[in-house]
């Protein structure tokens, strides 16, 4: 009986929790739906007096969101492909190789996390403009497709793996690389996918680096175009969360598609959330 | 593990200082000129959204269609910090846009860099600048509020988007209270606010803490806010403002909200509360809030130490041309000089809610008509021939902060009106003696 009231009111507990964090999303969802009046209103209501269909409509005439979703979608997966490799290759010869300057080397990487993002703009962008990127997709992409983190995490799930299996797999002739791919990578499955899904938000979230490095329309992407809802002297808020219902979407399905191997991942390397 | 943390640590520290060493001095490789980011067309890096921003691309392409050569291209990058992070990050690449909107604050770092051209030998060339009957067509505060004391008074931007601090009403409120007019001195203000309060139990005044607006209220009790690079928020007339604000927040009549909101306009236009003080550029905003019933609202002057004597103050983005090739220089100017015409100015002015910054816009047929539809739509206009600009010193930017912290701490409670006042102005001369 104690067991059963325990139970019962973790699980009511659980359920706030659950509908705490929901809210806000819940929240924007419908707020998606009312006037911009309705939706600016200071009292929390959560249902629009009137389902206003056409905000979607809207959102879409305010600012080519089409334009923006494709280029998001391009430089999102180029910049996870590329990452992934990057992380496996570094994390595996972090991990398991041995050359002089090895632990020197790694601690120069997580070196790079302790330095803000801020601090690297101007000299980041200096750079791209040198090299003519300016306006491109390279300028979008190719910073972005090595980074501390994602090594670090590679490394951690590679040094938990037996080196029997190296040995066995030399045994039988298999070079570094190729027990890379076919031994290594496969087993840390829910780390590659914590790094390919980090990798992917990271790139479709950001904000300020493709505002900086980009001013052609067709060259932008959907986080700066959630920015034409928010004017000097007001926000169409009603709109903005059209927008951004509309901009969570792939990152929303994206997460539950990959919800398993992120949880075992994240936790295998000590990340809070 | 602690031998470790001091390898990770030195090894931080080398990166550091490899990178402090690495950087070159600016002042011994900044070229003498800036490149345009775009050589094929005078890039403007604007803030407006919406229609306003629709406006002001149809603007330039009329513009564009007049003349040949390079075309204005309106480049939307984010709002002021977006901008001011992305000019500051081209200033040290060399490649900049013709033009960028921004705030004094802004233009003033822009300008140590080098990289922003002083306007006043082009307005008053006798082939590329304006004669001088159409200079004094300009209400002098849009064009003094472009002049930086700390660069030899030079005019480094010109006025874009003008407006003034106004005081927003609701009817509705007004009537429950047994209140006929609004108010016109500050006395009458919170006399008015107390009634509100006694008589419907209502908020009056909800508070959007702002220093712009700390600013017009000094102004308008006819005070000043600096003199020279000393501030003046201990003068009698600033302690009054804050004393009126400990008033106000002590007998619950007025109340803060969130900061970057606009719950004080949506509480208007709920009738919760009476009044709201705001840019005159909020008018149209309202407007959609109130669902275009006129008949429950109106704007008017700021109230007054001295209504025969008013003051507000002035609001609003200037543009400023960079330093780049003599073309983008000369188009671009061509720009600012069509943007600012007599027409254009009304035309930006009515499709956006901004001010028109020309006297004789008070002549223009469509203006009138505007005027004509709503009792209260001249009062933004009426006001720029009172209202003041704020101080454009270098510094000034972190003294706003340290102004709205101080209002902060008097809606609160934390601090009393002249406690504040006095570490206010202690805190901002400190600020201002250290440029």
Known sequence: MKRIGAKTALAIALALGGAV??????????????????????????????????????????????????????????????????????????????????????????????????????????????????????????????????????????????????????????????????VAAPLVKPAVVTVALFAFLGSYNSLIWPLVVTSEENMRVVQVGLTVFSGAEGVEINLLMCASTIVILPTVALYFAAQRNFLEGALGSGIKG | MSRCILMYLTIAGLLGWAGCAAAPDPEQTRPRKFKPIDATAATFWDRQTTESADLLRELAAEFNAQRQGLPIKVEHIGGYSDIYRKVAASIQARALPSMAVGYESMTSEYVRSGAVVALDNLLTDPEAGLPLKEIEDFFPVVLDTNRYPDFDNKMYSFPFCKSVLMLYFNKRVLADAGIDEPPRTWEQFLEQCRKVKAKTGKFAYPVSVDCSTVDGMIYSMGGDVVSGR??????????????????????????????????????????????????????TALERLMGNRRDKWGMTTIPQADPANPRTVLYGPNICIFDTTPEQKRIAWEFVKFFTSPEVSVRWALGTGYLPIRKSAAEDPALQAFWAQWEYNRAGFDCLAFARTEPNLAGWQEVRGLVENAETAILSGIQSAQDAATDLTRAADAVLARQ
């Open chain 2, 230 to 283: 000393e501030t003046r928020f201990d003068s009698p007339e600033a302690r009054r403002v804050f004393e009126l604000l400990e008033t106000l927040a002590k007998e619950k009549l007025a109340y803060q909200i969130p900061p970057g909101s606009y719950d004080d306009e949506v509480a208007l236009a709920q009738d919760q509360v009476a009044f709201v003080l705001r840019s005159s550029s909020g008018r």
């Open chain 1, 21 to 182: 964090t929901m809210f806000p999303f819940a929240w924007m969802v419908l707020t998606a739906f009312k006037t911009n009046t309705e939706a600016m209103s200071p009292t929390i209501s959560l249902f629009p007096a009137q389902w206003q269909w056409h905000n979607f409509a809207d959102t879409f005439r305010a600012a080519p969101f089409g334009v923006y979703f494709f280029n998001s979608f391009v430089v999102a997966v180029i910049v996870t492909v590329a990452v992934m490799l990057t992380s496996l290759m570094a994390g595996y010869a972090f991990a398991r190789l041995e050359f002089p300057g090895r632990r020197v080397l790694f601690a120069m990487f997580l070196a790079t996390m302790m330095v803000p993002f801020e601090i690297a703009l101007i000299p980041n962008f200096v750079l791209i403009r040198s090299l003519g990127w300016y306006n491109t997709y390279a300028a979008l992409i190719v910073p972005w497709c090595a980074n501390a983190f994602s090594i670090f995490l590679a490394r951690q799930a590679f040094m938990r793996l037996p080196s029997d299996y190296f040995d066995a797999a030399r045994v039988d002739g298999c070079g570094h690389l190729r027990f890379l791919a076919w």
